[in-house]
């Protein structure tokens, strides 16, 4: 009987060991998986309302939104480094931050940015003028005697973007454009209506300020963009695949009633 018990005392032991170790290895995976789950994405962001309203605190907005959503189903959390637009562009060609928002495509930044499909939002390009002067642009070669505010290093339309007859005056944030066109230091100013629109009513300037009547007639699609130097461009199908759910939802459609109150209507 001594034997039994001593032999029983030892084995158990040893019975046990297989069932801790597959303990430890599911806590192991398990502690993986829950880092996978956490990774960061650093978004540039500037302010642009309303697709980006940026403080020193916080960033909101419909972009904000649309990161909120995707954020949940592709499974990371956002970090937002705040820079100027032209300064955001360069840092993503430098993969020195992981995506952003509300990029229009343009043959040359697709050397660096890996387009995500589809896009979530359309708007169309503008100029503005002076109330009571629209018909001071018509056409698009009356800009070349004038002075077009607009901002460094954003796509607007081709031939715009490409006429060097134009005298161009760069601000870095279009909250500026709406102020120099009122002041005289700009006879003109260049935008994408969804975010200049929201700007002017905001700020109650929609009376002061007219659209040209030359329209340059093209659609400006926002996309979500990943630096193809940073990581996450790998995982480019699942934000296709995020961002298609988010098109069959009508996130577009919905996307000012999600940022109320700053909605404007």
Not at 90 to 111: P, T, Y
Not at 184 to 205: H, K, N, V, W
Request: positive net charge; contains cysteine.
């Amino acid at each position: 009987m001594k034997v039994f018990c001593r032999c029983r005392s030892e084995v158990t032991p040893l019975l046990q060991r297989p069932l801790i170790y597959t303990l430890m290895l599911t806590a192991l995976l398990c502690c993986n998986t829950a880092k996978a789950e956490v990774e960061t994405l650093v978004v540039g962001a500037d302010s642009w309302p309303p697709f980006r309203f940026v403080t020193p605190e916080t960033v909101t907005g419909i972009d904000h939104e649309l990161w909120k959503k995707l954020s949940k189903r592709i499974g990371f959390k956002v970090h937002y480094l705040r820079c100027p637009w032209k300064r955001c562009l360069r840092m993503m060609k430098n993969g020195q931050i992981d995506a952003m928002s509300g990029l229009a495509w343009r043959e040359e930044r697709a050397e660096y940015i890996t387009y995500a499909y589809p896009h979530y939002y359309s708007c169309s390009t503008q100029l503005y003028l002076p109330h009571g002067k629209s018909r001071r642009i018509s056409k698009h070669r009356d800009m070349h005697a004038m002075t077009i505010g607009m901002v460094g290093g954003s796509a607007y339309y081709t031939e715009f973007d490409q006429d060097t007859d134009i005298y161009k005056k760069s601000v870095t944030q279009e909250a500026v454009l709406p102020n120099l066109l009122l002041e005289g230091r700009i006879d003109s100013f260049i935008g994408t209506d969804c975010q200049a629109d929201y700007e002017l009513a905001s700020r109650g300037l929609t009376p002061q300020i007219d659209k040209a009547v030359f329209k340059p007639g093209n659609k400006v699609d926002l996309f979500v963009g990943l630096s193809s130097n940073s990581r996450w461009a790998l995982r480019k199908k699942e934000f296709d695949q995020a961002l298609q759910q988010l098109r069959e939802e009508d996130f577009e459609g919905n996307a000012l009633k999600l940022i109320s109150p700053f909605a404007v209507e």
